[in-house]
Each structure stands twice: as C-alpha cells, then as structure tokens.
C-alpha cells in the first residue's frame, strides 16, 4: 500500500495492491476504491509507488514486469521488461527521471523513463532484492536483500560503493531521509528497523520491539516519525530524535 499525503479528498490519496493482482485507487471521501488498474491478473502484485509528481503510479508483478500508469487517464504508459523473476520493488530518484527496480534474480535496475530504457544493472547481491531507495542529489540509489545486506550504488560511477552489513537475517526495506539524505532506514525479518548515517553508514540507531518480521519501514516527510510494520499484524510510530 502507498500513501499520497498531499492529494485532496476528491483525488488519488492512496493506492493498494493485491495477490490476485488487483490494484485499486482510493481517496479520503469514500470508502470504496475510486477506479482499479487493470490488466495484471492472475499474477500478483507486490509494490505499488507514486511517482514524485503524484500523476503516475508504479506497480511491481510477479509476470517478471514492472508498470507505470498515469492516474489522470487511468493507462498504462510504460510496460517494462527485463527481470528474469518476479519484480519486488519499485523506487524513484527524486526529480522522477529514473525508476529503481528490484527483484527475485538478485538483479536490481535503473531505468530513464524518459526512453524507458534501463540504464545501469546493479549486481552483486547474493538474494532477491527487496527494497530500493533513491537519494537526495541523485547521484547515490540503495538496494536491500535476502543476502543481509544493504548496498549503495554511484550512479555516476556506475558501481557500488558500500555494502552494509545490515542485519543478521533477509532485509525488506530501504529508505532515505527524504530532505537531505543523512541517513538511511533499513527493516529486517530480524524483526528490527536500524538508522544508519550517510554518507558514512554508521549505525545510529535500532528499532526494536516487533515480535515477527518487519516487511516494511518509511520515513515521514517533516523527518519526525518512522512507521514500520511487521508479521506480528501490527504496525508501530517511533519518533527517534531524528535531528
């Protein structure tokens, strides 16, 4: 599920993606789903992402693609092939010229979405890719995996620059701090979220108080709140200091 903060009551607030493939859009003024997306069933999807502008949506499918759509027309504009395994997760840069995939193959990729191109493979994770994050600047993407580690890519270097030894089982999630990026969020099947510094990768603090999993972490805009949620059926608010 992923929340647009911004939109009014009348709009695309929030957008939900299901096993059998379904993908509904909702707002705030009903509780039913304003439109669907059609088109990946029987193939599930994992990830839906809003595109910086709020006018697009990514989703992820288990059909080994990625999609965009364009929220005002409800059409696909962009059907992306390249993943030999189903698609996990989706991010975007921040100025929105480049998406960051994730997948089963181990595989992450950037993609231009302004020729639809993937522009960099990003290889050397030992387990399915499961998150994807990209920085402030855009110059810097992270990935996270089932190999326990994080890793930072230099787009202008066209290589990873650090692996972080994240956590001691699968991590599910990356994040960066939206404003400048000083630091970057990490959750675990190790049942913990950890803060880590950037660009120095320090540990700076660990979340911990889930009693199963954590899939899934954010950060919130104003850098207050983190949000996390977990196998346990519950999610948590934290507010760490984050100054």
């Known amino acids: 599920?992923?929340?647009?903060?911004?939109?009014?009551?009348?709009?695309?607030?929030?957008?939900?993606?299901?096993?059998?493939?379904?993908?509904?859009?909702?707002?705030?003024?009903?509780?039913?789903?304003?439109?669907?997306?059609?088109?990946?069933?029987?193939?599930?999807?994992?990830?839906?992402?809003?595109?910086?502008?709020?006018?697009?949506?990514?989703?992820?499918?288990?059909?080994?693609?990625?999609?965009?759509?364009?929220?005002?027309?409800?059409?696909?504009?962009?059907?992306?092939?390249?993943?030999?395994?189903?698609?996990?997760?989706?991010?975007?840069?921040?100025?929105?010229?480049?998406?960051?995939?994730?997948?089963?193959?181990?595989?992450?990729?950037?993609?231009?979405?302004?020729?639809?191109?993937?522009?960099?493979?990003?290889?050397?994770?030992?387990?399915?890719?499961?998150?994807?994050?990209?920085?402030?600047?855009?110059?810097?993407?992270?990935?996270?995996?089932a190999d326990h580690t994080a890793r930072v890519w230099d787009l202008r270097a066209r290589r990873c620059v650090y692996t972080l030894p994240a956590h001691t089982s699968t991590v599910t999630d990356i994040r960066y701090q939206r404003s400048h990026g000083h630091f970057l969020l990490t959750a675990s099947y190790d049942q913990s979220a950890k803060l880590w510094s950037s660009p120095a990768h320090h540990p700076l603090r660990t979340l911990s108080g889930h009693d199963n999993k954590v899939m899934s972490a954010d950060i919130s805009f104003d850098n207050k709140y983190i949000a996390t949620s977990s196998y346990d059926r519950t999610f948590k608010l934290w507010a760490p200091d984050l100054a």
């Open 1 to 145: 599920m992923e929340l647009e903060v911004e939109s009014s009551a009348r709009e695309c607030a929030m957008a939900s993606c299901a096993y059998d493939g379904a993908v509904n859009l909702w707002n705030f003024a009903s509780d039913q789903p304003m439109a669907s997306l059609a088109g990946h069933s029987p193939h599930r999807v994992a990830r839906v992402e809003f595109h910086p502008s709020g006018r697009f949506l990514a989703t992820t499918v288990f059909d080994h693609s990625w999609r965009l759509w364009d929220l005002q027309s409800g059409k696909e504009v962009l059907h992306q092939e390249g993943h030999t395994k189903p698609v996990y997760c989706v991010a975007f840069q921040v100025d929105g010229s480049l998406a960051i995939t994730g997948s089963m193959d181990a595989f992450g990729r950037v993609w231009d979405l302004r020729t639809g191109r993937c522009v960099m493979l990003l290889a050397g994770h030992g387990g399915a890719v499961l998150g994807a994050a990209g920085a402030p600047g855009g110059a810097l993407v992270a990935t996270a995996a």
